[in-house]
T-cell receptor
C-alpha cells in the first residue's frame, strides 16, 4: 500500500535558523496536505498543494510539491519559538477509488532554542 | 463555534471491556475519519466515512468498529480492547466526501488499556 516517509524525525534549531522537513511518497499523489500539531494539541491544517511543481508561501513558510507529485517539502525561514511542534505531511493516492484514504508521514518534531 | 468534539478525553480501561469513543461535528461535513497517533509512527487512519451509512477501512482497522447513522456523529467502538490499542485517538471531519480536503481534528482521546 501507499507509504509516506517524512524526514527528519527530529530537528533542533536555534531561534533564527531555517528549518526544512521532507516528505516522500511511494506512489503518485493527487494532492498533499501539511499540518502542524503543537505539543499537547491536535493537528491543525496549514495548506494543501495540488499541482505538479506547485509552490505556496505563508509568511515565513514555503511549501513545495514535486514535479512527479511524489515528494514535498516545508521550509521555515528564521524560526521562532512559536514554530515549535510536530509537522506532518499527508497525501491521497492519485487514481483508484480510495478517495477516503489519507496517509500521513511520521512527522518531524521541531524544537527551537531561544 | 465550528468544532469537532470527542468524548471521553481520557480513558483508562482493562483488556476486554468494550468501550466507545464518541465523535461529533457541527459543520455539516460529509467526510469523517478516525486516526490513532503513536510515537514515531505519525497518524494512521483506522476507518473513514464518506457519508451517512458509508464506511470503509483505513490502514489499521483491526480491532475497531465504526458506524455512521447520522451525519454529525461517528463513534469508534473497541469491542475487546487490548494493550496494543493504547494510543492517542483523533477524529476528523472535512468537506465534502473525500480525504482531499482540509481535515478538522477533534481534541483527541488518550486511551490506556491495561
Amino acid at each position: 500500500g501507499q507509504q509516506v516517509m517524512q524526514i527528519p524525525q527530529y530537528q533542533h534549531v536555534q531561534e533564527g535558523e531555517d528549518f526544512t522537513t521532507y516528505c516522500n511518497s511511494s506512489t503518485t499523489l493527487s494532492n498533499i496536505q501539511w499540518y502542524k500539531q503543537r505539543p499537547g494539541g491536535h493537528p491543525v491544517f496549514l495548506i494543501q498543494l495540488v499541482k505538479s511543481g506547485e509552490v505556496k508561501k505563508q509568511k515565513r513558510l514555503t511549501f513545495q510539491f514535486g514535479e512527479a507529485k511524489k515528494n514535498s517539502s516545508l521550509h521555515i525561514t528564521a524560526t521562532q519559538t512559536t514554530d515549535v511542534g510536530t509537522y506532518f505531511c499527508a497525501g491521497t493516492n492519485a487514481g483508484g477509488t480510495s478517495y477516503g484514504k489519507l496517509t500521513f508521514g511520521q512527522g518531524t518534531i521541531l524544537t527551537v532554542h531561544p | 463555534e465550528a468544532q469537532v468534539t470527542q468524548n471521553p478525553r481520557y480513558l483508562i480501561t482493562v483488556t476486554g471491556k468494550k468501550l466507545t469513543v464518541t465523535c461529533s461535528q457541527n459543520m455539516n461535513h460529509e467526510y469523517m475519519s478516525w486516526y490513532r497517533q503513536d510515537p514515531g509512527l505519525g497518524l494512521r487512519q483506522i476507518y473513514y466515512s464518506m457519508n451517512v451509512e458509508v464506511t470503509d477501512k483505513g490502514d489499521v482497522p483491526e480491532g475497531y468498529k465504526v458506524s455512521r447513522k447520522e451525519k454529525r456523529n461517528f463513534p469508534l467502538i473497541l469491542e475487546s480492547p487490548s494493550p496494543n490499542q493504547t494510543s492517542l485517538y483523533f477524529c476528523a471531519s472535512s468537506l465534502p466526501g473525500q480525504a482531499r480536503r482540509e481535515q478538522y481534528f477533534g481534541p483527541g482521546t488518550r486511551l490506556t488499556v491495561t
